[in-house]
């Protein structure tokens, strides 16, 4: 370190002022404005949304009561009552939807990562994935409406789980595919080393390996799909009654909560609060959950 | 699977039948890679069975309107006259608004949580409130608006009207509560955690050399944001507003709930209007076959528009991968 030259005790050396003051005054004050600009963008997205879970929480609570998962939701007029028909429903039209979405995802996933890596088709599968998961969630609901619903010549709660699965669909592709790649070449290479076939270093291998991550991309998708109310208003459509026939109409959260919300009474609209307050609970803790794994996963 | 081939080989005592393991193995392997292939092309060809369905639907309402249907400002059951004018109009106008918004407040969202303004223990559940938002589900966000927000941003709307009144898109007469303002302002809460997240991950995989080098060159943090950080990064900002764009446009019950379902086309934003996928949501229900019909056109309409968004938003984030690797 004695290659520095001593500068101490020359006067014709200046030390450069390289704190904070040495910049200009303008340039200072540009800075300390934009900071605080992107401090107000901040707030401009936290505000609504700890206003939004304080309105919910606040009006859905009163009513967190047994009879709100197990009663059907009163005559107009009238109080107390509940949304249990639209709990089943909900889960009838995800359980449905689950069922197309997660086995043929995951098994296109497989070819993704396992097989087809870096080919033509994968890349085409996979450009084609991301669009659909831009495809407004309307136009699923469309699809299955012309597909399944016109054919059939009646709303029921099969069409409704095609439309959320064709919903899910590209979410199970693209975040199973994204757990399989996460699994290291390594351990492919060592089974295949042992003499495993390529099924079997994938069924005893891979899949094992990436299952907690792939879990976690199924229950994202569930819940998202949840939350999802346009690509069921004219597949499931709507059932004021118990029901679990998947041939017939049912009703579900997100449909009761468009349907309650717009009309005039208030005990429905008091349980269109509750049941948002039960989304936004679903929502919570799986995205809660998605998030602790993906934090275990990166230590 | 293979265990019974090996309890096979342990009981009978006999010599290693490998050529018999081998075929079966290899069957079942080639079995495997087919139906996973065939998958994956059923998955992507999902996407073109959705248009092609769609398109199906809505073919005798586009045979019987033709491209008058754009143009077309009637929607009226009785007569069987359709035309979704007013709902693109509507479309384009809340999608604009929320993109005013929300590209600026999801930019400033993205720097404050990239840099260091702030420490950790306040940035890291700031990320996590901005993912929540991403997954609330819409039909919340519009019940959420027509009983809390109507109610609160009414004097706000009744202040522009009187104050600036004189400008077209904030006249008209008594603002309403349902209007297209609204419906902006709500997909702005909904698109701006898109751009700052993309935007953020953009940020973060540019090469810490570039704002090394900048920070070295004597510019302060700020500089070094807006000459560099901004215009290096542009290319993942604008894919990150495509898709956000992409979002606001799809968007159903937001809209449905929230923007009136006003057959007309308004100069004021502070009127009620309609939207493409408050249309498609509010009409379905009772419509009839020609109706339906019309109705599977103007979702053939949206879905041009945003596959349009989306496709270009794809191709922008490869071709920027491809200059990243």
């Known amino acids: 370190m004695g290659s520095i030259p001593d500068t101490t005790n020359d006067p014709s050396f200046e030390v450069p002022d390289l704190t904070s003051k040495a910049i200009s005054g303008n340039r200072a004050i540009f800075g300390k404005v934009l900071t605080v600009i992107s401090g107000i963008c901040v707030a401009l997205l936290i505000v609504p949304l700890l206003l939004l879970l304080i309105n919910i929480f606040d009006k859905g609570l009163s009513r967190m009561t047994p009879e709100l998962f197990t009663e059907l939701p009163p005559p ?6 509940g949304i249990g028909h639209a709990i089943i429903g909900s889960i009838m039209t995800l359980a449905i939807g689950a069922a197309v979405s997660f086995p043929f995802g995951v098994l296109a996933a497989i070819y993704l990562a396992e097989f087809g890596r870096g080919t033509r088709i994968a890349y085409l599968v996979k450009f084609s994935a991301n669009v659909l998961t831009g495809v407004p969630a309307i136009l699923c609901g469309l699809f299955a409406y012309s597909v399944v619903v016109i054919p059939l010549g009646y709303f029921s709660a099969f069409s409704g789980g095609i439309a ?10 693209r975040s199973t595919e994204e757990s399989l790649l996460l699994v290291p070449l390594e351990m492919r290479q060592a089974a295949i080393g042992i003499g495993a076939t390529r099924f079997q270093t994938i069924m005893k291998i891979t899949l094992p390996a990436a299952l907690p991550a792939i879990v976690t991309g199924l229950v994202l998708a569930l819940a998202r799909a949840a939350g999802e109310a346009a690509p069921l208003l004219f597949t499931a459509f709507n059932n004021s009654f118990w029901s679990t026939d998947p041939r017939g109409p049912i009703a579900t959260l997100p449909v009761l909560i468009y349907f309650f919300s717009i009309i005039p009474y208030k005990a429905q609209q008091e349980l269109a609060w509750a049941a948002a307050l039960v989304l936004i609970v679903i929502v919570l803790i799986s995205s809660l959950l998605g998030r602790m794994f993906i934090r275990s996963k990166r230590i | 699977m293979t265990s019974g081939t090996d309890r096979d080989f342990a009981s009978s005592g006999k010599s290693l ?25 059923g998955g992507g060809a999902v996407l073109i069975w959705i248009i092609f369905q769609t ?37 384009l106008v809340t999608t604009a608004i929320a993109l005013i918004v929300a590209i600026p407040v999801g930019i400033g969202t993205a720097v404050f949580l990239t840099e260091d303004f702030a420490p950790k223990f306040i940035r890291t559940p700031i990320a996590f409130a ?4 991403v997954a609330i589900p819409s039909v919340v966000l519009g019940i959420w608006g027509i009983f809390v927000l109507i109610p609160t941003l009414r004097p706000f709307f009744r202040f522009l009207n009187s104050s600036l009144g004189w400008l077209p898109f904030f006249g008209g007469g008594a603002p309403r509560g349902n209007n297209l ?18 935007t953020r991950s953009t940020f973060e995989v540019l ?11 004597g510019a302060t943090r700020w500089e070094t944001i807006v000459r560099v950080m901004i215009p290096a990064g542009l290319s993942g900002i604008i894919s990150s507003i495509m898709l956000a764009m992409g979002r606001a446009m799809g968007e159903t019950m937001v809209a449905a709930m929230l923007v009136g379902n006003a057959n007309r086309i308004n100069a004021s934003i502070l009127q009620p209007g309609s939207t493409i996928t408050g249309l498609i949501a509010s009409q ?25 968004v989306n496709i270009f938003a794809e191709l922008i984030i490869r071709r920027y991968q491809n200059i990243e690797r």
């Open chain 1, 164 to 173: 959320l699965g064709v919903l899910m669909l590209p979410i199970v592709i």
């Open chain 2, 181 to 198: 303002f609204l419906v902006g302002l709500v997909l702005a809460l909904m698109i701006t955690p898109v751009i700052a997240s993309l």
């Open chain 2, 17 to 41: 039948d490998i050529y018999k393991r081998a075929s079966t193995a290899r069957i079942l392997d080639l079995g495997f890679w087919g139906l996973t292939l065939s998958l994956a092309l």
């Open chain 1, 76 to 81: 107009p007029g009238l109080t107390e009552g």
């Open chain 2, 55 to 91: 398109a199906i639907a809505g073919w005798p309402a586009m045979q019987l309107f033709g491209l008058g249907f754009l143009f077309t400002s009637s929607w009226d059951p009785v007569n069987n006259i359709y035309g979704v004018l007013p709902q693109i109009y509507g479309t």
């Open chain 2, 130 to 133: 901005i993912e929540l938002i």
């Open chain 2, 284 to 308: 379905f229900g009772e419509a009839g076959r020609t109706q339906v019909a019309a109705l599977m056109y103007a979702g053939v309409v949206l879905m041009i528009l945003s596959l349009l």
């Open chain 2, 207 to 217: 090469p810490s050399e570039l704002r090394q080098g900048s920070l070295a060159l």
